[in-house]
């Protein structure tokens, strides 16, 4: 493979077999050196050495989207690592059903900090970075993981819908502003279950239980987001939705 000449960040990579490092594995298919930002270092790790051993380039990077000094000294790396920055993709999200009575404020607060606060703070330092680089970067996408909450607010996803809607809301706020100056800023509502580890590993049961097909495929999801990046300036999607065939809406 030849040297990347460009880069891309993940913000949010966990388990192979998720949303977050499949986009890493898709990015660096595409010619990207990948920064893979996570929480937990064997997680990104695991994840960079598996593309360098397929004859990529990538770099872990150790940060809480939440903790503003934790995602600068991130964007630092990037910098200094000196190719233009040409997508970004904040996926960085948890979940909770929970009854309503029984979110705990603290739940509630710290739900909203991963899935938006944290969009705010990467949102921020990838946008400075690109607005910097637009003499060198080719072309330049942020992009952002939504989800059934994003749209609506069922019963038991109250601390979710809240954070998801409110990051939307954000996405639009961004895109209508920096649309303009040359940044592609997009959202993909993600409007079903992901067939993937994190919700094989807790609600096995129903994943098996949509069947065949039932749960969408982190190589599709990750084929809708390179979809949006490499779309022409003339023609380009503010927000995509995307779900499994039998998935009702
Ligand atoms: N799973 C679903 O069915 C589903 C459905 C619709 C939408 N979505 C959305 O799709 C996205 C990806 O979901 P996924 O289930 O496939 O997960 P994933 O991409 O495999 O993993 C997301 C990763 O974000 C990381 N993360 C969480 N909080 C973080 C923080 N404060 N700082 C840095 N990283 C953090 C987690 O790291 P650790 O693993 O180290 O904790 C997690 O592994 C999320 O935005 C989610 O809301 C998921």
């Known amino acids: 493979m030849t040297k990347p000449a460009t880069s891309a960040v993940i913000f949010g990579v966990g388990p192979r077999q998720g ?23 064997e997680k990104i790790e695991a994840v960079t050495k598996a593309i360098e051993a397929e004859g990529g380039s990538a770099t872990p990077l150790l940060a809480d989207v939440t903790n503003v000094k934790q995602v600068e000294a991130a964007f630092a790396q990037i910098e200094a690592d000196g190719r233009p920055l040409e997508l970004a993709i904040y996926n960085a999200g948890n979940n909770r059903p929970e009854a309503f009575l029984d979110v705990t404020p603290e ?4 739900m909203w900090r991963v899935i938006c606060f944290g969009g705010f703070v990467a949102a921020q330092a990838t946008l400075r970075l690109m607005l910097n680089q637009q003499d060198s970067a080719p072309k330049q996408s942020l992009l952002f ?12 996803f109250s601390a979710f819908a809240a954070g998801k809607s409110a990051l ?3 996405v639009q706020s961004i895109a209508r502003e920096y649309g303009p100056q040359g940044i592609h800023v997009g959202h993909v509502v993600i409007d079903g279950m992901i067939e993937g580890e994190k919700v094989r590993s807790q609600w096995s049961d129903y994943l098996d239980s949509k069947g065949e097909d039932g749960a969408l495929n982190i190589r599709a999801i990750a084929d809708a987001f390179f ?3 490499e779309q022409h300036r003339t023609a380009w999607t503010q927000e995509l939705d995307i779900r499994p065939f039998k998935e009702e809406f």
């Open 19 to 41: 949303v977050g490092a499949e986009l890493c594995f898709q990015a660096s298919a595409r010619g990207l050196h990948v920064f893979a930002l996570g929480r937990t270092q």
């Open 107 to 110: 739940v509630f607060e710290e």
């Open 145 to 156: 993981t939504g989800a059934s909450g994003s749209l609506r607010g069922k019963a038991g």
């Open 168 to 170: 939307r809301m954000m």
């Open 227 to 229: 979809a949006l990046h």
